[in-house]
């Protein structure tokens, strides 16, 4: 069963920096391509970043391309979500999820494994 599990949110001040982590076992994480996604209170689900299988091509929206990076670690089996420059609207909790085989960017609905989440919170 394809499971993720995302740790690494905080409580930050604005301007401030996180580091979000997306954890995969029991198989590679090669062979998917990783999506990180945010929900905050009262809204839809938006697409964050995503990086794709076997070359690891990353995609993002305009709107998130300019303080969000993601990257893997093939060795450690970890996706990662650096966010820089954190604003009060970055609140939310925080999801990955992985399609097999997958060239970003994709549709949400082709997403399978989502975790708990983890909530960051961007605040004085």
């Known amino acids: 069963q394809v499971q993720f599990v995302e740790s690494g949110g905080a409580l930050v001040q604005p301007g401030g920096f996180l580091r979000l982590s997306c954890a995969a076992s029991?198989?590679?994480?090669?062979?998917?391509?990783i999506g990180w996604f945010r929900q905050a209170p009262g809204k839809e689900r938006e697409r964050v970043a995503c990086?794709?299988?076997?070359?690891?091509?990353?995609d993002y929206p305009n709107s998130m391309k300019d303080r969000f990076t993601i990257s893997r670690d093939l060795t450690e089996n970890t996706v990662y979500l650096q966010m820089n420059s954190l604003k009060p609207e970055d609140t939310a909790v925080y999801y990955c999820a992985g399609v097999f085989w997958g060239l970003c960017p994709l549709p949400e609905g082709e997403y399978v494994g989502w975790g708990q989440g983890t909530q960051v919170t961007v605040s004085l």
């Open positions: 990086i794709s299988s076997n070359y690891g091509s990353a």
């Open positions: 029991g198989f590679s994480l090669n062979d998917y391509a």
